[in-house]
């Protein structure tokens, strides 16, 4: 029976209501007396040196303010990276100054020149195109491979080359694994290309800077998915102003996919510039200006190599990436290719060695940084890529090689440092299997047939880590941050709560799903609960939404703030009842003393918690408020496995999805529907990846694909019915509610199943084509077959 | 978008009196001319709406038997009126852009522009019409003079379109996945005497007629009359979304199925 409310229950998304009646208050949506509007004078080439940046004419433009270069930066902090990897001969990697405005060059189209704060957003751009700017082109460094060759030109001058770092994972097991390559009876290699990609929220980004003169305060209104983080980078790194002294304010936020993690120049921008100004200062982005200043996704190219044992066992695998950084580092960019993508090479499978090599590149394009995924969906593809070529070169089924080599005892170590906790991959198959009726595939292939049509059957599991992350490792590992979360639960004198969560909500449902499980705690209604996120004023220090990391750690707080709260309440109820605290049980919000027939209600224990006149008052406090910040001990680690069926037209190489399956292991699942839309939403990103996204620069570092009149985002009419399941659980072992995270499963574990699935049909049509690189758009998939 | 004089007269003398003025530009659906206004690659001084001209507005049919859509009908319009009397005119219409671009986008507009991966041009090269303007009456062979290039003066006014009505007619656009105007568009007509083939979205020079395909379909009306022809992938566009060989092959196919679909 399902449940209809608490954990498990499928309660309506209560946000939407002010979502689908247009009664959010997005950062756009926030106007503040007296505010002046900034525009961004942006480098329209790739790299140049900025000679001479004129603002005379412009100065005196009506409606300007004041406009701001680079030089007004000179005394201020760059934009600082998150984390520092060091490379393979234990070398920290080549950290490049990211000035707020371009200093001596610029980097990439979109770099920001000039900032012309006005009356008007109009007189703003006016005035920036009256900016007289004398640069003088360089060449653009924009083929990873050319970037580090000797004599490249480079990115940044004070730099040794564009090499970002060169890492070696596991660095110790690289003779190992050449040796085992040595002896296999069998080796795959596949080369291929996991393309750049634009995340594309639905709500560009925004930013307003405030300034009190009176207290010395400084607010940023912003577009963030870790408000706190933004707090700590922008107050410590860039303008020196103290916590206390610094508010930023992410209210709602209309989607991140990972590009509203980062601090961005503009951010500091507006907080300095209001200043400054002692006025308040909003930025705007345009859709035109987040493809050239949102942090891209994604964009390694990639060799990787598997050795299998005559019996089709894996026995090693070695894998050789390029990581494109873009121009400068964002926050987290180089934990991307190396932390979230090396440690999860193993995948599902149990093979003994693996050397993963990543080469970070400096290139005169946009910043690359985390995109849903992050990391894990790189893994992912090259990974299972490689096991289907591998399966047709062997003659072998897909699905038997790959359920051969299955890790099958938890808890596993990998050979690339993570421990996967639990997990059933055996499940997760069988339960696709069933999904996809994959007995019937022939009689649907002659059907395809008779309409001229290829059909092809692709496969694939995948792993990855979230719930991210334990703090203490993250740190061994080059984390400049924590990576626990805090909840402050506060119980209302009539029984009401408000949980104020370092979580952010931009579209996941955390308005709904964190009261399910308070609720279900109490035994209360969800009605009772209400939660507060994204402001750094009201919510204790969070690091923030992303890596699936809301429930597994945001709401591993939740529950142990709660927990205390109960304990607390307890206490007080045995005191009411005149019982002894180890007897007080709580069940469907009344507390009882076992074996007895007293009882108090909830309420009432509220209600003596802050009109404490019989109370135990030299024993505990008055109030009921509790926070708890929780670290978690490991990563948690969904799995699943994914499979898609395509009809290709073989005329115009066109390819249309028939049925896409999801059998994922989520752990415990607290909101079924939320869950499934999270599937939905991420096999929607992973099949537009797969068919029909892509950034792509030419060799002058202009970004052909900078609108949607080229950047091709998928719609609803480019999918079919998603078929979904999470019913193969297998609780995580160590957070308290035994769940692993859904957000990124989708666009983690779809590309590979997608392009198994045309490959195979290429090849059921006599091609002899063993991969295309993505998106797979109708003109690469016939030039593919047409040679 | 810079600042703009707004104009919107209820004739074509005063449409024309109105664009003498310095730097003066029609506005139709404003579909394409906003977003480039909005992106400053367009600044008149004077914007004349031509939303306002009633003689401008709506389909009928002539003494000739041809439909005639005045210059300012919306392309949904033109799909509503043309369901039963042109289809493959109505259907080519009703699935250009999205509901908001076919209730403000015009024909004259989508003409003047000349778009080479736009649709009407293939309907209007392929069907014979004739364009009407506020000083003459231009064949379709005489009008489209290649990319965002026809044979318009300054400030002439489309008014009208005049559409020869096929025996059988089909028109098939193969979407770019991220405009979704044709990659390749093709649209088939066949007359009593003759057949036309029209090409949007292939060619460098715009849209064109595929004549020794009319020639052969002209003797026989059948996708395999098209087999044994093939196109020169030379001076065929080659961009993000697919070869010059690729809209080559584009052209054959979608012309097989254009005519199988007739
Ligand atoms: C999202 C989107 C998708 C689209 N998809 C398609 C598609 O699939 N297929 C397709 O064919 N098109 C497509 N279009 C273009 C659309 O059809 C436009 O409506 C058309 O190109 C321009 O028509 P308009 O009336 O909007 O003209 P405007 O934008 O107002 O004007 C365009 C140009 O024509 C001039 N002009 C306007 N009216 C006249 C006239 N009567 N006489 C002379 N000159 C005139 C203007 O001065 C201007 O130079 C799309 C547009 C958008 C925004």
């Known amino acids: ?787 | 978008m810079y600042e703009f004089e707004f104009k919107r007269p209820g004739t074509i003398a005063d449409a024309v009196a109105a664009l003498g003025a310095e730097e003066a530009q029609m506005l139709g659906g404003g579909q394409t001319l906003l977003p480039t206004m909005k992106q400053r690659l367009a600044a008149p001084a004077v914007l004349v709406s031509l939303g306002g001209i009633a003689e401008m507005q709506g389909v009928c049919t002539d003494d000739a038997g041809r439909i005639c859509v005045g210059g300012g009908t919306t392309h949904a319009a033109v799909a509503a009126a043309t369901a039963e009397s042109y289809p493959a005119l109505s259907h080519l219409a009703g699935h250009i852009g999205d509901p908001a671009v076919r209730n403000r986008g015009t024909i004259g507009g989508s003409l003047a522009n000349n778009d080479p991966a736009a649709c009407y041009p293939a309907a209007v090269l392929a069907s014979g019409a004739n364009v009407v303007t506020n000083t003459r009456e231009i064949a379709a062979d005489d009008f489209f003079e290649g990319m965002f290039t026809t044979a318009l003066n300054d400030g002439e006014i489309i008014t009208e379109v005049k559409f020869p009505v096929p025996v059988a007619a089909n028109y098939q656009k193969f979407l770019q996945p991220a405009s979704r105007f044709a990659l390749t568009g093709v649209f088939v007509a066949k007359f009593a005497g003759a057949v036309r083939v029209a090409v949007t979205g292939a060619s460098e020079d715009g849209v064109f007629r595929w004549s020794e395909a009319e020639a052969a379909l002209s003797g026989n009306f059948s996708p395999e009359a098209v087999d044994g022809l093939s196109v020169s992938a030379d001076g065929m566009i080659a961009d993000l979304h697919g070869s010059a060989a690729y809209r080559a092959n584009l052209v054959k196919v979608l012309t097989k199925r254009a005519v199988a679909a007739c």
């Open chain 1, 1 to 787: 029976m399902p449940k209809d409310s608490g954990i498990g229950a499928s309660s309506k998304r209560r946000e939407d209501v002010r979502f689908l009646t247009g009664t959010g208050n997005y950062t756009d949506d926030i106007n503040l007396n007296g505010q002046a509007y900034v525009h961004f004078l942006r480098s329209d080439v790739a790299h140049g040196r900025l000679n001479k940046v004129d603002t005379s004419v412009a100065a005196e433009m009506p409606g300007v303010v004041r406009i701001f270069t680079g030089a007004d930066f000179e005394g201020v902090g760059g934009l600082p990276c998150g984390w520092q990897v060091t490379d393979k001969h234990g070398n920290p990697m080549q950290e490049p100054a990211h000035p707020v405005l371009a200093q001596g060059k610029v980097r990439h189209v979109g770099d920001p020149i000039a900032a012309v704060v006005a009356e008007t957003a109009a007189q703003a751009r006016n005035a920036a195109e009256a900016i007289e700017l004398d640069i003088e082109e360089l060449p653009a460094v924009i083929d990873m491979k050319e970037a580090v060759k000797e004599g490249a030109t480079k990115v940044h001058d004070d730099l040794e080359s564009n090499l970002c770092y060169d890492w070696g994972f596991v660095e110790e097991n690289k003779a190992a694994v050449d040796e085992a390559f040595e002896k296999a009876a069998h080796v795959t290699t596949l080369e291929l290309v996991n393309q750049r990609l634009v995340a594309n929220p639905m709500e560009p980004r925004v930013a307003v800077g405030d300034y009190n003169r009176a207290t010395g305060d400084s607010t940023l209104y912003t577009t963030s998915q870790n408000p706190h983080v933004i707090r700590l980078l922008m107050g410590a790194f860039v303008l020196g102003i103290p916590e206390h002294k610094l508010r930023v304010v992410a209210p709602d936020v209309g989607g991140g996919f990972g590009s509203k993690i980062f601090h961005y120049a503009e951010e500091a921008f507006c907080t300095f510039a209001a200043k400054a100004l002692a006025r308040p200062v909003k930025w705007t982005s345009s859709r035109s200006e987040a493809f050239i200043s949102d942090a891209h996704g994604r964009d390694h190219v990639t060799k990787i190599e598997l050795a299998l044992d005559a019996d089709n066992n894996f026995t090693a695998l070695r894998t050789d990436t390029y990581a494109n950084m873009g121009a400068y580092l964002s926050t987290f960019a180089p934990s991307v290719p190396t932390w979230l993508h090396g440690t999860l090479m193993a995948g599902n499978y149990k093979t003994p060695l693996i050397y993963v090599n990543v080469k970070a590149v400096f290139t005169n394009t946009v910043a690359v940084d985390a995109y849903r995924g992050a990391g894990r969906p790189e893994a992912t593809y090259q990974l299972e890529r490689v096991i289907d070529k591998a399966a047709r070169e062997l003659g072998v089924d897909p699905v038997d090689l790959r359920r051969q080599n299955f890790i099958t005892e938890f808890p596993y170590a990998t050979p690339v440092a993570v421990e996967y906790d639990t997990g059933d991959y055996n499940a997760t198959m069988d339960r696709l299997l069933e999904m996809v009726d994959r007995d019937g595939f022939e009689a649907r292939a002659a059907e395809s047939a008779k309409s001229g049509k290829l059909r092809g059957f692709g496969v694939n599991t995948y792993i990855e880590a979230c719930g991210i992350a334990p703090s203490a490792l993250v740190g061994q590992l080059g984390a400049r941050a924590g990576l626990y979360e805090s909840a402050t639960v506060r119980v209302n004198a009539t029984g009401g709560l408000v949980v104020m969560t370092g979580s952010h909500s931009h579209g996941q449902g955390h308005e709904t799903a964190f009261p399910q499980v308070v609720a279900d705690m109490i035994g209360i209604s969800e009605d009772m609960v209400e939660i507060v996120h994204g402001d750094t004023a009201n919510t204790p220090m969070g690091m923030g939404t992303y890596g699936s990391r809301s429930l597994a750690v945001g709401g591993s707080a939740i529950v142990r703030a709660t927990e205390k709260i109960i304990n607390k309440a307890k206490k007080i109820a045995a005191h009411l009842m005149e019982a002894s605290e180890g007897d007080i049980e709580l069940k469907d919000g009344q507390f009882t003393v076992a074996g007895t027939d007293k009882s108090v209600a909830w309420g009432d224990v509220t209600l003596a918690a802050y009109v404490p006149h019989n109370y135990p008052l030299e024993e505990i406090e008055p109030g009921l408020e509790e926070t708890a910040f929780y670290d978690p001990a490991n990563f948690t680690y969904p799995a699943g496995a994914y499979a898609c069926e395509v009809e290709v037209d073989p005329d115009t190489g066109k390819v249309t999805i028939c049925s896409f399956a999801a059998a994922d292991d989520f752990g415990n699942v607290v909101n079924p529907m939320i869950v499934e839309g999270q599937v939905h939403g991420g096999l929607a990103q992973g099949i537009g990846q797969a068919l029909l996204e892509g950034a792509v620069y030419d060799e002058n570092g202009q970004l052909l694909s900078a609108s949607y009149m080229d950047y091709a985002m998928p719609r609803a009419d480019d999918l079919p019915s998603f078929q979904v399941d999470h019913s193969c659980a297998t609780p995580c072992t160590h957070n308290p509610l035994g769940v692993k995270g859904c957000g990124e499963a989708g666009a983690i574990g779809s590309p590979p199943a997608v392009v198994n699935a045309v490959v195979d049909a290429l090849q059921r049509g006599g091609h002899n084509v063993t991969h295309i690189d993505m998106p797979l758009s109708p003109g690469r998939v016939w030039q593919a077959m047409n040679g």
